[in-house]
């Protein structure tokens, strides 16, 4: 290869970060604008016993529906705005609409199953966050206990003291808690009893090749036996193949959730997933 070449790649390379850059920076200016504009939009996943292959739950996942760019996930989006107050408008928005959403369900006579939500650790110390989930559960007079908060572990292990004060403040108000992406935290283990929290949701990471890599299953194992030994709740996340359930199953994984079931789905293909689901 020539040093012109060489010089051209590294041009080229340039370029792409500065056309990254700008996008970065188009997205950012656009968000707040998002919300008011009716942009954004909720996906729901299936969370699924591993006993039973029942429906037992849903996670809801904001996507953006930019006017130019297209369906953007939230993996390019909140990470932009993650320390922002704007992540406390978009998470209050996204705890409306899923209450707003619940209601409607229950108008129509559709089974009530509670709905997780990804809370980002701005968002979980900032003043409010209790108050505003109780003030609206009432107003749509819906069960606190409808609701899941999905914590990254990453979160609880900088702010320990506030971490637990705010969890403590929203299990007054019945939701249960999660702890999400678990085992890419570094947290002590210990840590883990500290936390008024009801399920851990093993990472991805570890399921994709949880039954072919020795150390990957001794880690789902792991998380498994002490989730349960500790009272809570175990799910897998990002399950994809049969093989992948059928080492949850071994190994008494409560709940999964993953493309093997069903990707993430917009609302009003809900009601006709889960009568394709009920026993003929
Ligand atoms: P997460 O909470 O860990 O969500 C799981 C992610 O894995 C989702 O990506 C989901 O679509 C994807 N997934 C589910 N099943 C599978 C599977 O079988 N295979 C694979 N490869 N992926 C699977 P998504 O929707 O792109 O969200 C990414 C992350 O963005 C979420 O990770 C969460 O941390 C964050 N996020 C999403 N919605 C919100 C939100 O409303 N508020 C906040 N603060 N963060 C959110
Ligand atoms: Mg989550
Ligand atoms: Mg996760
Ligand atoms: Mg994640």
Not at 220 to 245: D, F, N, P, R, Y
């Amino acid at each position: 290869r020539s040093k012109q070449s060489g010089r051209n790649t590294y041009r080229v390379y340039l370029e792409e970060m500065s056309e990254k850059t700008k996008q970065k920076f188009q997205l950012e200016n656009a968000l707040p604008e998002a919300i008011v504009k009716n942009q954004l939009t909720l996906h729901y996943q299936p969370k699924v016993s591993v006993m039973t292959d029942e429906v037992v739950g849903f996670e809801a996942l904001v996507r953006w529906n930019h006017p130019e760019l297209g369906l953007i996930m939230p993996g390019e989006f909140i990470p932009l705005i993650d320390e922002s107050n704007l992540i406390i408008h978009l998470g209050e928005w996204v705890i409306q609409q899923v209450i707003e959403q619940l209601s409607r369900w229950r108008q129509i006579g559709a089974p009530l199953l509670p709905v997780a939500i990804n809370i980002s650790g701005h968002h979980l110390h900032s003043d409010n966050l209790a108050g505003f989930v109780s003030k609206l559960t009432q107003r749509f007079d819906i069960d606190g206990a409808l609701l899941e908060f999905e914590i990254t572990e990453g979160v609880l292990t900088g702010n320990t003291e506030q971490s637990i004060a705010a969890m403590k403040a929203l299990k007054k108000t019945n939701i249960r808690l999660s702890i999400d992406d678990f085992g890419t935290g570094y947290s002590s283990l210990s840590y883990l009893k500290k936390f008024p929290v009801d399920v851990l949701k093993i990472d991805q990471a570890f399921i994709r090749e949880c039954q072919s890599k020795r150390e990957d299953a001794a880690i789902c194992k792991t998380i498994i036996t002490l989730g349960k030994s500790l009272g809570l709740q175990i799910i897998a996340e990002g399950v994809e193949t049969i093989e992948q359930l059928t080492f949850l199953k071994q190994h008494d994984c409560d709940i999964y959730q993953g493309y093997y079931f069903s990707r993430p789905i917009p609302a009003e293909n809900i009601l006709p997933l889960l009568e394709q689901r009920l026993p003929a």
